[in-house]
């Protein structure tokens, strides 16, 4: 098994908090955690040992950077989804009246990180779906010459 789950399991062995709507939001969030960070750092190793030609620059590489960090993105909002909803488990009784604190500061934390990874994400977004001219040129024995 790959995490504990919140609450045990019973003689049969299905969880013990099966039926409760924290576990299930647990289980989803962990599942998409998971494979999503897997998909992120699939993604970055394939940027790190990609070709380094010109025609990658403008193509396959912001494409595996903007899925990359979507993947990374969506894996940090599910993991904090995740242990949010398995710590309920933990203070939903004893220390319920600290919870929303707690809370809201995680969620003001997600909200700055959104707000600071927002305009690579915007901008990056923006070149790959927008039609960037490109630059023609010649090379001479005096060096590179554009084209107009």
Avoid at 57 to 70: C, D, N, Q, Y
Avoid at 79 to 93: C, L, P, R
């Amino acid at each position: 098994m790959s995490t504990t789950v919140p609450g045990g399991v019973n003689q049969e062995g299905t969880p013990n908090l099966e039926n409760q709507m924290p576990f299930y939001i647990f289980a989803i969030s962990s599942y998409v955690s998971f494979y999503s960070s897997l998909l992120a750092v699939i993604m970055f190793l394939a940027i790190l040992t990609s070709e380094y030609k010109e025609s990658s620059f403008r193509s396959t590489l912001p494409i595996k950077l903007l899925l990359g960090l979507t993947a990374f993105y969506v894996s940090i909002v599910s993991t904090s989804i995740s242990f949010s909803a398995a710590h309920f488990f933990i203070v939903k009784d004893k220390l319920k009246y600290a919870t929303f604190p707690v809370y809201s500061g995680v969620l003001l934390l997600l909200i700055f990180f959104a707000i600071a990874g927002f305009p690579l994400y915007f901008h990056l977004t923006w070149a790959i779906f927008k039609n960037v001219p490109h630059h023609h040129y010649r090379i001479t024995r005096a060096g590179f010459h554009f084209k107009h």
